[in-house]
């Protein structure tokens, strides 16, 4: 049995629809990003938290993981091609804090994924939001490990 304090379950809104959002396009925007550890300790990534802000999906987000730090130069030149993908669709070419990503509205590509019987988002294509050209999301051929020999330093 675990305390719960003074909860009062009319004072909190609760949680929303957490299934996948439908695949599709979604004017989003950036609203958190941060370096973490891979799981296996010596490496990083981006972790970017993009949110829809407009429509019936308004206020749902969709993460991206960005191997920028690895030592698997396939892993981290993926993660840079989807970096640059970003970039361009907010018009952000040289940022030098990932702070500079947030808040611009751009066009995200969403498709849903199987995993383990659910169904998950998985970002595919980014883009401008008055542009029609996108910019894809770079391919994963296969799984890489999550490893880094420099860890301070982000690679852009």
């Known amino acids: ?33 941060e370096y973490k550890p ?7 990534y981006l972790q970017l938290v993009f949110e829809v802000v407009d429509g019936p999906h308004k206020g749902r ?10 030592p698997n130069q396939t892993a981290v030149e993926i993660a840079r091609q989807t970096l640059s993908a970003i970039c361009r669709a907010v018009g952000v070419l040289q940022p030098r804090d990932s702070a500079q990503l947030h808040s611009i509205p751009l066009t995200v590509k969403v498709k849903v994924k199987e995993y383990n019987g659910d169904y998950t988002n998985e970002i595919s294509g980014y883009k401008k939001l008055s542009g029609s050209s996108p910019v894809a999301r770079a391919a994963v051929a296969e799984p890489v490990a999550q490893q880094s020999d420099s860890l301070d330093a982000p690679p852009w």
């Open 38 to 44: 891979t799981k296996a300790g010596n490496g990083k």
């Open 61 to 70: 987000r969709v993460w991206e993981r960005l191997n920028l730090v690895n």
């Open 1 to 33: 049995m675990a305390d719960l304090g003074n909860f009062d379950a009319t004072e909190v809104e609760p949680s929303g629809d957490r299934s996948a959002l439908p695949a599709g396009e979604y004017k989003m925007v950036c609203i958190e990003s």
